[in-house]
């Protein structure tokens, strides 16, 4: 699922809007046509591989 950025109005909302869990069709299909851009999905934060607080 994709995030899309509005950059115009589009179905009744703003632009600035943004719509959340679309199908990544969807969303490349909004991308074509210049009405939204995607979002960039945040990545978890990266495990620190330790074995205890005190791991050297």
């Known amino acids: ?14 632009a600035g809007s943004i719509l959340q869990n679309l199908a990544d069709g969807e969303a490349t299909a909004l991308e074509t046509i210049g009405v939204g851009q995607k979002l960039k999905e945040e990545q978890p934060a990266p495990k620190k591989a330790g074995k205890g607080a005190d791991a050297e």
Do not use: P
């Not at 699922?1 to 703003?14: A, C, D, H, I, P």
């Open 1 to 14: 699922m994709t995030n899309v950025l509005l950059t115009k109005k589009y179905k009744g909302r703003e």
